[in-house]
């Protein structure tokens, strides 16, 4: 597929341009302009670096190097606990567990290559430390002193740390992940035309008062919004989730068929059209690629189309950083290609 072999070359060609002995730069968190870390770009390139390096299409051995030095640095890690990822004003500094969730994806992705000791101990502690909440079946965010901070209600957040409890080495911590996602897919929230709600209840139940509401809630634009620039990186999530725990009923259930033909949806597309979560924040053409040809043998080829139109030249430089890192993704969709072909 042509687009797939361009989002690719994009990729390459930026990380080639990337200095890595000298990881300086922070970025903006896409359109909620909160201050990041390197962290998060450095490891999206991590994960594409890998990719390279192990498919023989460039030696980025170096580069890998440089970059999991700067990872695995304790000072990012002050309190031997949670990354420190944000520094926004009232916001929380790990980021929720998202923030958390990009670092040890790349890590646990790099170890399967390289498997190192030292990496693995990091995914452990951090892994670890997180606290289970088995009333509510998901996990609280970790401070950076180890603090247990509050449950994260948000259903994409705990989705990533589904997928990392999935690929723990312990048995206990996966059997977490499988309750926390059968419970998390019983409890999604769909527009009529599929969109994920953003904003699920994930934990309670509604009274008639708080259906009312939630019902007035759901439909202001703002969440609309949000929920259909969000939909592909949940579905992205939940590729993830399909190859550890492929045997779950959801996946053959009509809310599944739902949420996966939303693509073809003309108030779907419409609603992308501007949306500022989608394609130059989330790559809405590579996330949903990866999930639609996981689970249906087929591209969406309009959306990768869209996700090229991107003007990256528009962007400041901090949104610009972050926005290639993130092209990562379409590796994930080479792989999926490369199995098949």
Same mark, same amino acid.
């Given at each position: 597929?042509?687009?797939?072999?361009?989002?690719?070359?994009?990729?390459l060609?930026?990380?080639?341009?990337?200095d890595?002995?000298?990881?300086t730069?922070?970025?903006?968190?896409?359109p909620?302009?909160?201050?990041?870390?390197?962290l998060?770009w450095?490891s999206?390139?991590?994960?594409?670096? /890998?990719y390279?390096? *192990?498919? =023989?299409q460039?030696d980025?051995?170096?580069?890998?190097d440089?970059? !999991?030095?700067? &990872? $695995?640095?304790p000072?990012?890690?002050?309190?031997?606990?949670s990354?420190?990822?944000?520094l926004?004003?009232?916001?929380?500094?790990?980021?929720?567990?998202?923030?958390?969730?990009w670092?040890?994806?790349?890590l646990?992705?790099?170890?399967?290559?390289?498997n190192r000791?030292?990496?693995?101990?990091?995914i452990?502690?951090?892994?670890?430390?997180?606290h289970?909440?088995?009333d509510?079946?998901?996990?609280?965010?970790?401070?950076?002193?180890?603090s247990?901070g509050?449950?994260?209600?948000?259903?994409?957040?705990?989705?990533?740390?589904? /997928?990392?409890a999935? *690929?723990? =080495?312990?048995?206990?911590?996966?059997?977490?992940?499988?309750?926390? !996602?059968?419970? &998390? $897919?019983?409890?999604?929230?769909?527009?009529?035309d599929?969109?994920?709600?953003?904003?699920?209840?994930?934990?309670?139940n509604y009274?008639?008062p708080?259906?009312?509401?939630?019902?007035?809630?759901?439909?202001?634009?703002?969440?609309?919004?949000?929920?259909?620039?969000?939909?592909s990186?949940?579905?992205?999530?939940?590729?993830?989730?399909?190859k550890?725990?492929?045997?779950?009923?959801?996946?053959?259930s009509e809310?599944e068929s739902k949420?996966?033909?939303?693509?073809?949806?003309?108030s779907?597309?419409?609603?992308?059209?501007n949306n500022?979560?989608?394609?130059d924040?989330?790559?809405?053409?590579?996330?949903?690629?990866?999930?639609?040809? !996981?689970?249906?043998?087929?591209l969406?080829?309009d959306?990768?189309?869209?996700?090229?139109q991107?003007?990256?030249?528009?962007?400041?430089?901090?949104?610009?950083?972050?926005?290639l890192s993130?092209?990562?993704e379409?590796?994930?969709?080479?792989?999926?290609?490369?199995?098949?072909?």
């Amino acid at each position: 597929m042509e687009s797939v072999d361009k989002a690719l070359d994009i990729v390459l060609e930026n990380i080639k341009l990337t200095d890595f002995s000298n990881i300086t730069e922070y970025t903006m968190n896409g359109p909620h302009d909160q201050l990041e870390t390197p962290l998060r770009w450095v490891s999206h390139c991590l994960y594409a670096m /890998i990719y390279f390096t *192990k498919q =023989k299409q460039w030696d980025f051995s170096d580069e890998i190097d440089m970059a !999991l030095d700067y &990872l $695995l640095d304790p000072i990012h890690r002050p309190g031997v606990a949670s990354f420190v990822c944000r520094l926004s004003s009232g916001k929380d500094i790990p980021n929720g567990l998202v923030g958390q969730y990009w670092i040890l994806e790349a890590l646990i992705y790099a170890n399967e290559y390289l498997n190192r000791a030292n990496i693995q101990n990091v995914i452990d502690e951090v892994l670890l430390s997180h606290h289970w909440n088995q009333d509510k079946k998901g996990w609280h965010i970790l401070e950076p002193d180890g603090s247990c901070g509050p449950y994260h209600n948000t259903i994409n957040q705990q989705l990533c740390f589904c /997928i990392l409890a999935s *690929k723990s =080495k312990h048995i206990d911590v996966r059997k977490n992940a499988e309750t926390s !996602l059968q419970h &998390l $897919l019983s409890r999604i929230e769909l527009y009529e035309d599929g969109v994920i709600f953003h904003d699920s209840k994930i934990n309670g139940n509604y009274s008639i008062p708080d259906k009312l509401l939630n019902r007035k809630y759901r439909n202001m634009k703002i969440q609309r919004t949000r929920s259909v620039g969000y939909h592909s990186f949940v579905l992205s999530l939940l590729s993830e989730l399909y190859k550890c725990h492929p045997d779950l009923k959801f996946w053959d259930s009509e809310m599944e068929s739902k949420i996966c033909e939303v693509y073809k949806k003309n108030s779907y597309l419409k609603d992308l059209n501007n949306n500022k979560y989608a394609f130059d924040y989330n790559v809405t053409g590579l996330e949903y690629g990866v999930y639609l040809y !996981l689970r249906k043998g087929v591209l969406p080829v309009d959306l990768l189309g869209m996700q090229l139109q991107v003007n990256v030249e528009a962007m400041s430089s901090s949104k610009k950083k972050l926005y290639l890192s993130r092209l990562y993704e379409v590796v994930k969709l080479k792989e999926l290609l490369n199995e098949r072909n």
